[in-house]
């Protein structure tokens, strides 16, 4: 009877979507189990995909007491299992997607105890599994394209003054209207290290914004933050050399992760180019051949291999360009810049059209 609770839970977290597959394999029930006791998963698959009241959800779906539903929401939005957004005085529930959602949950307030090290190592053996499963997608062998969760965005400095620069190209716009803003540990980074692979790079960097900052400081995952102090986390991630990766959306923003190629996920799947979970920026790099000294500085930023030496020539493969901007920043000569990338794909306008496109784009294989 259990097994079957999860079986039904590893449905309702496929029509979720997200970057990340819900297999059946024994790989994800394990993870499904420290995830959920079969009670909450049981909650969990009643729930719609809307948001709901508690006392809504109990009434007209469980048939339960309103109070004691509400209860045993309360505790697995403490969990990171399921979202709360407060609106005109009401609280409703929603089950988030495994990644992103409840996989940087479980990360994001950085703490090491025997449960998260246990699942730490029950992510990574589902990850494992679900990277082959991707190798052998449908969606690979026909060439579809799919609309990915995430994007890149450039360092904001590093966008000449030539350019029009689009508002949802732009960090500091998103941070200068967002009513709430939230850093926490970077989940990805955290992962690693708690199953023996830890990353030197800063892990204090990762930001939610609006209604998702709001929950993640509300359930003690991160802390809320001052516009002013949000902007120096950037200033710090790109001192780091870390990749700005945001929510493909162009209206508001849930997010942005601050990432290494060495651990995060969105980059990692960008540079395997298999299934994308991220879309490149709006940019990319370009060398002036001519003034290069061929010192190599740039080299050791890119996180993605874009760029090589042949002799003293540097050399850079378009493909492989994000446009993060990053190598702009040491390089010495100044022969480094961001240009428009040709056919810039322009984000979704919020999360409902991002999930329509991303619901369309998986329809290419079936």
Do not use: W
């Amino acid at each position: 009877m259990t097994e079957l609770v999860y079986e039904k839970l590893a449905d309702a977290l496929s029509i979720r979507g997200g970057g990340i597959p819900a297999v059946k394999c024994e790989e994800f029930f394990a993870l499904l189990g420290e995830l959920f006791t079969p009670e909450e998963a049981e909650l969990a698959i009643k729930l719609p995909i809307s948001p709901i009241p508690a006392e809504t959800f109990a009434k007209e779906i469980v048939g339960g007491d309103p109070k004691e539903v509400k209860g045993l929401l309360e505790t697995m939005a403490d969990k990171g299992t399921i979202f709360t957004v407060d609106r005109d005085g009401q609280r409703f529930y929603v089950l988030m997607p495994l990644v992103p959602g409840i996989f940087e949950m479980q990360f994001m307030g950085g703490e090491v105890s025997e449960r998260t090290k246990r699942l730490a190592r029950l992510f990574d053996d589902y990850f494992d599994l679900a990277r082959e499963v991707e190798a052998h997608h449908p969606a690979v062998s026909k060439g579809c394209t799919i609309v990915p969760f995430a994007r890149v965005i450039s360092v904001e400095t590093d966008i000449p003054t030539d350019v029009t620069i689009h508002p949802y190209d732009r960090v500091s716009k998103y941070i200068a209207k967002a009513d709430h803003i939230a850093v926490g540990i970077c989940y990805c980074r955290h992962h690693g290290e708690l199953v023996g692979h830890p990353c030197s790079k800063p892990k204090d960097v990762c930001m939610a914004f609006g209604p998702q900052a709001k929950y993640v400081a509300e359930r003690g995952f991160a802390k809320l933050v001052s516009r002013e102090e949000a902007l120096k986390v950037l200033d710090r991630s790109e001192e780091a050399g870390l990749v700005h990766c945001s929510s493909n959306t162009g209206k508001y923003i849930n997010f942005i992760c601050n990432c290494c190629g060495c651990h995060c996920g969105i980059l990692q799947s960008i540079k395997r180019g298999v299934i994308p979970m991220g879309a490149v920026s709006s940019f990319i790099v370009t060398v002036n051949e001519d003034e290069c000294s061929g010192c190599g500085t740039c080299i050791d930023r890119c996180q993605m291999d874009a760029l090589f030496l042949d002799g003293a020539m540097l050399i850079r493969k378009a493909e492989r360009c994000i446009g993060c901007g990053l190598c702009i920043s040491v390089c010495p000569t100044e022969v480094l810049k961001l240009e428009l990338r040709k056919g810039a794909a322009v984000p979704p306008h919020d999360q409902r059209e991002l999930n329509a496109a991303m619901m369309v784009s998986l329809q290419q294989f079936k």
